[in-house]
């Protein structure tokens, strides 16, 4: 338990936090990770819906990804960042937002890969901003593949609203070859910040 502030009604009050959060061991709680529910609280004294926003561990070792939900400019303990760096074959990320951490859950059961979906995103902003100038700073997240030719499901905030958007797949195989082309474009050790402003790095 910790304490929390209601956003709307400022009243303090204990919540509930999973600071560990193994979906093989409680399976359940990846569906509430992938729908935002393990993160969201009720007021009791107004009814509110509050975001919790903490320090959390992501661990799926069936499928071998950690994804550390860091927010603001929280450091992983380097004695846990150093252990992990000794896995084999998994993928270690570090985030700062819930909704990026979803998205790397999302992202990594389609089997896709997050640097391909980064370039991916880059590649949409540039070839829609001739009809959405707006897309350009625009945080794109992918939700899911869908029909047979497994479109790109994106979504994005756009004047106020939500535009949900499909991409063909090929947009993401053409990220792909991108990235193959450029083999300087890399990780850092241990938990990555895989982001736009990772791919803004590299490419320009």
Aim: one cysteine or more.
């Amino acid at each position: 338990m910790e304490p929390a502030s209601c956003s709307k009604c400022h009243q303090q009050t204990q919540i509930d936090v999973c600071r560990s959060i193994n979906v093989a061991l409680d399976p359940e709680l990846k569906a509430r990770v992938r729908d935002g529910s393990l993160f969201v609280w009720e007021c009791p004294y107004c009814g509110n819906r509050n975001l919790a926003l903490y320090q959390t561990l992501y661990h799926d070792p069936d499928t071998k990804l950690m994804v550390w939900l860091l927010p603001g400019d929280q450091e992983p303990p380097k004695a846990v960042a150093e252990a992990v760096k000794e896995l084999d074959g998994y993928t270690l990320r570090r985030v700062r937002e819930v909704g990026e951490l979803i998205e790397k859950v999302n992202i990594h059961d389609a089997m896709l890969d997050d640097k391909v979906m980064e370039m991916c995103k880059w590649v949409i902003r540039r070839e829609m901003s001739g009809k959405m100038p707006g897309i350009m700073d625009a945080p794109i997240k992918f939700l899911r593949t869908e029909g047979a030719d497994n479109e790109l499901v994106m979504a994005f905030p756009l004047d106020g609203q939500m535009q949900v958007v499909n991409i063909g797949f090929n947009v993401y195989e053409d990220a792909r070859g991108i990235l193959s082309r450029n083999p300087s474009v890399n990780t850092d050790e241990g938990f990555s910040e895989i982001n736009a402003e990772w791919v803004e790095k590299f490419f320009r």
